[in-house]
């Protein structure tokens, strides 16, 4: 039989002070005797507590609290600058950088174009990038850097995958090496799977929300809170994938779960090589150029496919259209509808998901109109009927989510620092 082993006084304080952040950083600022009773400690542990971790920094006061009886409480909060976080969101086009403080409030923000060319140095422009997303922030205390990106790292390797598109990242252990190069931890995910951690920590498939401070997202469904199960589509330019099994990503061998617009389709050619040609059925039926060109056949135009598509949604309400115009458009949006309710058919088959979230900017321009008819195209083609709704986070999901996994991994450590 094991035999526990008793907790020894500096645990017990560890495990305490750890405690009282938590509690500080979603509801606070507290007085003492609050933070006593929302943790169950003594008073007196309290201010044993509260002096200590004041002197190791991470909390601050923050005036008093008057009006309740008794004398006037003093009140205490989380140090927002005892760490700092970045999160970068990587296309073709441009790295945008978000630097956030320990509570999550974002201190600054940099956007950087990317020439798209192959000779790019991914050290040198994210080193760009950061650096003017965190100006004024001492760079000891930036603890985490998590860069969302249009490929998958294959944990073998470390080596990046699935990006042709995004010239110049394609180095052996690229984390490794732009962690060497920067100073500060740097983790690399995949955008839609950072999309997904967003949806899941304070989106369609969360129940708390981010905690305060942190890009706050539309009030979530709570009819769909705590979802553990759940898959998320993304389609813009390309068309990708997240899946969330028990609560967690599922990234697969290689990385490459939830890349399907490599995956084969009914009504689009059967694609070989496609190491080679980067490209597969799911993408050339409901890709962003594929999109576009089916909006305008149908007579809606655009420069862009969110672009098109938002006015085949505006045309297909029926309200200030005429009715010619209408019915060109619900033709348009059924049929994209029948396109990604036949790729999610087999996604259902496999996994049977709680709950399916369409984000990107195409299918956010198609609106609450394609969402209606995806699901009804789906349920038609399944046995299983989960749910599809359209992402609740406000804002880019990819900076959300990069955000989030990065104040995750630091306040677990920051948390944690006054352990023995």
Request: hydrophobic content about 45%; charged content about 20%.
């Amino acid at each position: 039989m094991t035999v526990p082993t008793p907790g020894t006084p500096s645990l017990l304080r560890a495990i305490n002070d750890r405690a009282a952040l938590e509690v500080l950083l979603t509801q606070g600022p507290l007085t003492r005797p609050q933070l006593a009773g929302l943790t169950g400690i003594s008073k007196p542990t309290a201010s044993q507590l509260l002096a200590r971790l004041e002197d190791a920094g991470l909390v601050l006061r923050d005036g008093v609290r008057e009006g309740l009886p008794g004398r006037t409480a003093e009140l205490y909060r989380v140090n927002p600058a005892a760490a700092y976080v970045a999160g970068l969101d990587v296309t073709p086009a441009r790295i945008r950088a978000v630097a956030a403080d320990l509570t999550g409030a974002v201190v600054g923000e940099h956007t950087l174009p990317t020439p798209s060319r192959s000779g790019v140095d991914a050290v040198a422009r994210v080193r760009a990038a950061l650096d003017a997303a965190t100006a004024g922030i001492p760079r000891d205390r930036l603890r985490r850097v998590v860069i969302g990106i249009g490929g998958a790292v294959d944990p073998t390797t470390g080596r990046l995958g699935y990006a042709a598109h995004i010239p110049g990242w394609h180095v052996p252990d690229l984390g490794k090496l732009l962690t060497d190069a920067l100073g500060t931890p740097v983790s690399i995910e995949n955008d839609v799977n950072l999309s997904a951690l967003a949806e899941l920590a304070g989106g369609q498939a969360g129940d708390a929300g981010f905690a305060r401070g942190e890009p706050t997202p539309h009030a979530p469904r709570t009819d769909f809170a705590g979802v553990k199960d759940f898959v998320l589509l993304w389609v813009a330019d390309g068309v990708g994938m997240a899946v969330v099994l028990g609560g967690a990503l599922h990234r697969g061998a290689t990385g490459g779960a939830g890349e399907i617009g490599y995956m084969p389709v009914a009504g689009a050619p059967l694609m070989r090589d496609v190491r080679r040609t980067h490209t597969g059925g799911v993408h050339t039926l409901t890709g962003g150029s594929a999109v576009l060109k089916l909006m305008r056949a149908h007579g809606f135009g655009g420069r862009d496919p969110g672009t098109a598509l938002s006015r085949a949604a505006a045309a297909a309400a029926g309200p200030g259209s005429a009715p010619e115009a209408t019915g060109r458009a619900r033709e348009a949006l059924g049929e994209l509808a029948t396109r990604l309710g036949a790729t999610l058919a087999t996604v259902v088959a496999v996994l049977d998901p709680q709950l399916i979230v369409l984000t990107g900017e195409v299918l956010m321009a198609g609106g609450d109109a394609l969402r209606e008819l995806v699901e009804r195209e789906l349920h038609t083609m399944t046995i299983p009927r989960p749910p599809v709704r359209l992402s609740s986070i406000d804002g880019n999901p990819v900076l959300a989510g990069a955000l989030h996994l990065a104040l995750g991994e630091t306040r677990d450590e920051v948390f944690s620092s006054t352990a023995p």
